[in-house]
């Protein structure tokens, strides 16, 4: 939407007064003039017509936008994003519809300034649904008007009133008003009279890496186990077996039926049979494995000076009979 002619830019360098002492030379249209520019735009494509239209609304851009300057962003970059709202108004105005473009401008306007402040206010992303932005966008004012001014959390009375208003769950506006508080740097200190930072006290819900790696271990051990034992198998049987249980998604009785030449039933009886064996011989092997590691680990005990008798029990006792089916649903 170019023109020979060029809108008044605002920068840090012009300043706000300067802008809006430049906009304001631009008269503002009567709805005869408005209708005419608005039918040579759509009609024609006269970008004159366009030119005129926009900038005899920037007076409107700027309004709407010094609404939005508590969120701590640059009001020339608010003043930008509504600019171009309001070209995307223009674009699209119909005037035969019988409305001033102010009307439909404004909801132009105000949506593009919105979807800026939720795109930069936060490096960390903020819902973009209605009722988000609903919350985001008036959580402010609805505390102010129920008097709720303390920092910090809220308190549940005043969770509850808010979201009743506002029509969202209370853990919504718990949640966004933390996300209100700013972002916070991991290296700030926790309190100025205190050493260390934010960080420190950030908890790791993940495994340890001991755990991660005796959860290896015993992955590897029930798939060594559940190999040795299909060694055992005749290739019908194995295949029978692996087509049941180690596919996804398993075969279909009929189907292992029809490509073997016997009935659904023998399959049947071929899988129960195969599944006993495996059951049996990953039981042992996993038991076999489970008695040969706390030998070892009580031979180590041995060498460490205090190694008690009754620790070498309780390591001894804490031998169980592995899970097969956690066997075959980790291969």
Do not use: C
């Not at 701590?72 to 674009?91: F, R, T, W, Y």
Request: zero cysteines; charged letters at 30%.
């Amino acid at each position: 939407m170019g023109s020979t002619a060029h809108l008044p830019m605002l920068s840090l360098d012009s300043g706000l007064t300067n802008y809006l002492t430049k906009i304001r030379k631009f008269s503002i249209l009567t709805p005869t003039e408005e209708l005419d520019y608005a039918k040579r735009w759509r009609e024609q494509g006269d970008r004159e017509a366009a030119y005129h239209l926009v900038t005899s609304h920037l007076r409107l851009v700027a309004k709407i936008a010094m609404r939005y300057r508590g969120y701590g962003l640059p009001i020339a970059d608010i003043i930008s994003e509504g600019n171009v709202g309001l070209m995307q108004a223009v674009k699209r105005f119909e005037p035969e519809r019988g409305f001033r473009l102010a009307t439909y401008a404004m909801w132009w306007i105000k949506a593009t300034i919105q979807e800026y402040i939720l795109r930069s206010w936060s490096l960390v992303k903020i819902g973009t649904s209605a009722a988000q932005k609903k919350l985001f966008f008036k959580l402010r004012r609805t505390k102010a008007e129920i008097s709720a001014l303390e920092h910090g959390d809220l308190r549940p009375e005043h969770t509850r009133l808010i979201a009743e208003r506002l029509g969202v769950q209370d853990n919504d506006v718990v949640e966004m008003n933390r996300r209100l508080g700013g972002d916070v740097s991991l290296n700030t200190l926790i309190h100025e009279d205190e050493v260390g930072e934010m960080q420190e006290r950030l908890v790791d819900l993940g495994s340890s890496p001991e755990v991660v790696h005796a959860e290896q271990e015993e992955a590897k051990r029930r798939r060594q186990a559940l190999a040795g034992a299909l060694e055992a198998f005749n290739p019908r049987d194995r295949e029978i077996f692996e087509a049941r249980w180690l596919s996804e998604p398993p075969l279909r009785l009929e189907q292992l039926a029809v490509r073997y030449g016997v009935s659904r039933e023998r399959v049947r009886q071929i899988e129960i049979r195969a599944f006993e064996k495996v059951r049996a011989a990953v039981t042992a092997g996993m038991a076999k494995n489970a008695v040969a590691e706390s030998a070892s680990q009580a031979g180590v005990q041995r060498q460490i000076p205090g190694g008690s008798s009754h620790g070498r029990k309780a390591r001894a006792g804490a031998i169980e009979q592995p899970n097969f089916g956690s066997a075959v649903s980790n291969i």
